[in-house]
Every structure is written in structure tokens, then in C-alpha cells.
């Protein structure tokens, strides 16, 4: 009897353990944009990939870098790109959405301290579910002017990604010097 009771109590365990370890998202290339001394705002980027049979909706995120993160995107309004808040990002079951300059972003706003290249930035992602998640993301030099070595037309694209996700940031940080 006593050991019928152990067993079932390591199986009701190792359940919940399971269900606490099991990230609801995978997360690629998570990188926060390198921004010069004194910048208030950044952004981060990273792939969100969903594994799982059940879409997942991101609502929030925080992290100690920065004093509010909002979820944004860009919309392409009368041919002028501009910064939109948004209330969620859905990731579908078994897809991916690419967080990347010029498109969805987080926008870390009120810096705690100066970003440093290579410091690892953390990220709680916070779900519609009640789930969290925890992300680690370098501060990478976001390449603004990719012109030139690359040579391939990949390269050329994505240099042009990056100087419209440039001319927002501008844009952005006037807006919230409030
Ligand atoms: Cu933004």
C-alpha cells in the first residue's frame, strides 16, 4: 500500500515536472539591436517557432534591460513605414513568425543601462495561457548599410530590411520622448 502510494506520487512529479519544462516555444537568432550611448529605445529579434498542435499567442514580454517592452510592427502606410503597437503576436501550431527588422518586433523602451555588445539580454515572453517563457538574447550590431561585400542579392535585400527598420527607430524614440 505504501509503495503503491510512492509510486503514484513520483508519476503525479515527474507530470507536472514535464509540463513545467515544456517550453511553449522554440526560439532561434534571438538577438537585441546594439543601439549608441545614450539611446533609451532597442529592439529585439528572434524566430518564434511553434512545435506544438496548438497556436501560441504572444501577449507581453518583460526583461530587466528595459523598463516596458511593447509588441510592435510595421505598417506600410501611404508608401512611409511606420511603428504600430500591436496586442499579440500568434504563432499557429507547427509554424514559425519571424521577429525581424522592418517587420515584428519587441521594442525595448527606457533602457536600465547601456547595451553592451555580447551582453546577454533576458527575456520573459508572456503568453495569453498564463505560461512564460524565458529567452536569453545577445546585443548584436544590427547591420544598417549592407552595401557592397555581401555581393548576392539575399544580401541586398536584407540591407534594405534594416534601412527602414533605421529610419522607424528615429521615428519611434521621438515618439515616446514624451
Ligand atoms: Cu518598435
Same mark, same amino acid.
Given at each position: 500500500m505504501v509503495l503503491v502510494r510512492s509510486l503514484l506520487l513520483t508519476a503525479g512529479l515527474s507530470l /507536472? =515536472?514535464?509540463t =513545467? *519544462?515544456?517550453e511553449p516555444l522554440l526560439v532561434e537568432e534571438a538577438q537585441v539591436r546594439a543601439v549608441p550611448p545614450g539611446s533609451q529605445t532597442s529592439a529585439a529579434f528572434m524566430t518564434l517557432r511553434n512545435p506544438g498542435e496548438q497556436d501560441v499567442? *504572444? /501577449?507581453d514580454a518583460d526583461s530587466p534591460a528595459a523598463e516596458v517592452i511593447? *509588441? %510592435?510592427n510595421h505598417e506600410d502606410v501611404d508608401g512611409v513605414m511606420q511603428m504600430r503597437k500591436i496586442s499579440e503576436i500568434v504563432v499557429p501550431a507547427g509554424e514559425s513568425v519571424a521577429l525581424a527588422p522592418g517587420g515584428l518586433h519587441m521594442m525595448l523602451i527606457g533602457l536600465t543601462a547601456p547595451l553592451e555588445e555580447g551582453q546577454p539580454v533576458e527575456i520573459e515572453l508572456r503568453f495569453d495561457s498564463g505560461k512564460s517563457q524565458q529567452v536569453t538574447a545577445p546585443v548584436k550590431r544590427v547591420e544598417v548599410s549592407a552595401e557592397g561585400h555581401h555581393g548576392h542579392a539575399d544580401a541586398h535585400d536584407h540591407g %534594405? =530590411? %534594416?534601412d527602414h527598420g533605421h529610419g522607424q527607430d528615429h521615428g519611434h524614440g521621438e515618439g515616446h520622448r514624451h
Open positions: /507536472v =515536472a514535464s =513545467a *519544462l515544456a499567442t *504572444l /501577449v511593447e *509588441l %510592435h %534594405h =530590411a %534594416h
